[in-house]
């Protein structure tokens, strides 16, 4: 399976600030999502990260607060922006996923917004 | 949309004992079922996965078996050893919705105890 690393692997903002979460992969790959995983709940979708053209993103979730770039096949970011305490959760780059297709996960990011 | 339901919540055990988390969905034209372990301040590590062709699938220590008509699956981990305790998620995949939008049960945190 591919080596999927991210950057920062964790960070204490202020509130009102924005943070730009990195996801590398070591080889390309077709689909990429990001996740929020909130202290102590479980996974959920924020969007799919479309290389060359806007991202796909979840109920509940708009590009103005969570910005993805994907420049290539190897690479995506997340940005969350103007953030609150609220937005405390694990951000997780993920891969995979297409029909049939085993789903891995990055190790995440922490983000904790004071 | 797709709803995932695992029990139970918490499970402690003595090392050397068997461990049953069980899961049901709703949505009957799901076809994919993995179950991730994660560790305290990692990210979600694939352990198994099934898909709907199969019954029964094992590794090891850890099987997993699914039962398309009553729409439940169940992660079986024999011989537990410390190693085992963290948190493990399963998943059903909402084929009407984003490609990788598994969609999640809330988590069973195991404890092994030496």
């Known amino acids: 399976s591919a080596v999927i690393s991210q950057k920062p692997s964790r960070d204490i903002c202020q509130r009102g600030t924005s943070l730009t979460i990195q996801c590398q992969v070591d080889s390309q790959v077709t689909m990429m999502f990001w996740y929020r995983q909130q202290p102590g709940q479980s996974l959920t979708l924020i969007a799919t990260?479309?290389?060359?053209?806007?991202?796909?993103?979840e109920s509940g979730f708009v590009i103005d607060k969570f910005p993805i770039s994907r420049p290539n096949l190897t690479f995506s970011t997340l940005t969350v922006s103007n953030m609150s305490p609220e937005d405390s959760s694990i951000y997780l780059c993920?891969?995979?996923?297409?029909?049939?297709?085993?789903?891995?996960f990055g190790p995440g990011t922490r983000l904790l917004v004071l | 949309g797709e709803n995932v339901e695992q029990h139970p919540s918490t499970l402690s055990v003595q090392e050397g004992d068997s461990a049953v988390i069980k899961c049901t969905y709703s949505d009957s034209a799901s076809n994919y079922f993995p179950w991730y372990k994660q560790e305290l301040g990692k990210g979600p590590q694939l352990i198994i996965d099934?898909?709907?062709?199969?019954g029964e699938k094992k590794d090891q220590r850890i099987a997993v078996t699914l039962n398309k008509t009553a729409k439940h699956f169940s992660l079986h981990i024999t011989e537990t050893q410390p190693e085992d305790s963290a948190v493990y998620f399963c998943a059903a995949r909402a084929l009407g919705g984003s490609q990788g939008n598994l969609i999640f049960g809330k988590g069973t945190k195991l404890s092994v105890k030496p």
């Open positions: 993920s891969l995979g996923g297409g029909a049939g297709e085993t789903q891995y």
């Open positions: 099934i898909r709907s062709n199969v």
């Open positions: 990260a479309n290389q060359g053209s806007e991202a796909t993103y």
